[in-house]
């Protein structure tokens, strides 16, 4: 098994199996101080150390940005990873070298970090966005693309507005070549399902607003998708703060992996309200009870 040593704020990732892609170990040292993994069974017929470590940096990154967008913070990681035996030994050490230049093997992981085996999604396994969209990501390439490009688009600031248009893109693309009547859940009521499609228009509206300021040197300088040319001005009087750009981003992504998951599910949440149709018509929000599982 690779793991890669790993830190977060949040214990319910360390003290339950918030999904079948990946999960977070803990091992105590002889202080009791808890050391925490990440691990993925994505890895696990991997002998390449290189190709491990690069997978388990992709597939962390993909639920990290599931984890921004649900407003709780990332979990962290230190570079570099081990495999340990069947008795948690470890018993091999991969770390890039300092001033490394980008590896291909990088991008190949990024472009693909799910490999093509069998995941069993056990039923006592209770619903969670983690769970739920890592399973959507695993299967669907520009859902998982565009869960990528949110995380690299906030790891580095030059490439904000670069992502951004690729995620509406991706999505205006996606949404053409969806067909709700064919691909729908059998749960899926069509008046709700028109709703958050709806939602999804509103947000990618105003994203698309700002086409004109990510274009042009003039408005947005070195965050602009292209150089400085001549004839390309920006006209408009206010320029949006990064802050506008990110909350109506979010909210774009947010309403468009809720529509997808409504789409395949049945279901789609709601800040901490999970949605579904019951004989009230309410949303039932899941409490801490919901989320005491064993691993």
Partial sequence: ?????????????TRKKFSSHASIITEYTDSETELHYFTSIHTNSI?????????????????????????????????????TDSRGNFIER????????????????????????????????????????MELASK???????????????????????????ILENIVYDMERISPKS??????????????????NEYKEKVNNYKHFMNTEEGSGLLSRHGVKHKWTYKDKERPSMQEMDYNLVHLL??????????FK???????????????????????IDFNFDI
Avoid at 67 to 82: C, K, M, P, T, W
């Fill in 140 to 166: 669907d390439t520009i859902l998982c693309a565009n869960l990528i490009l949110y995380y690299l688009a906030n790891e580095q600031i030059l490439l904000f507005l670069i992502n951004m248009n690729k």
């Fill in 47 to 83: 002998t390449d150390p290189k190709i491990a470590y690069y997978k388990l940096l992709a597939i962390l990154k993909c639920l990290n940005s599931i984890i921004r967008l649900h407003g709780n913070y990332d979990i962290s990681y230190q570079e570099v990873a081990f495999k």
């Fill in 254 to 263: 947010n309403s468009w992996l809720n529509y997808k998951l409504y789409l």
């Fill in 266 to 288: 049945g279901y789609y949440y709601n800040s901490n309200v999970i949605y579904q149709e019951h004989k009230d018509s309410d949303n039932i929000p899941l409490e801490n």
């Fill in 1 to 13: 098994m690779w793991c890669i040593p790993v830190h977060t704020n949040n214990i319910s990732f």
């Fill in 183 to 200: 691909q729908a859940h059998p749960e899926v009521k069509q008046d709700v399902l028109q709703s958050l499609r709806k939602k999804v």
């Fill in 94 to 133: 991969y770390s890039p070298k300092k001033n490394e230049h980008f590896e291909l093997v990088e991008y190949e992981q990024l472009s693909n970090p799910f490999s093509k085996i069998e995941v069993d999604y056990p039923e006592h396994l209770v619903s969670n966005p983690y769970q739920d969209f």
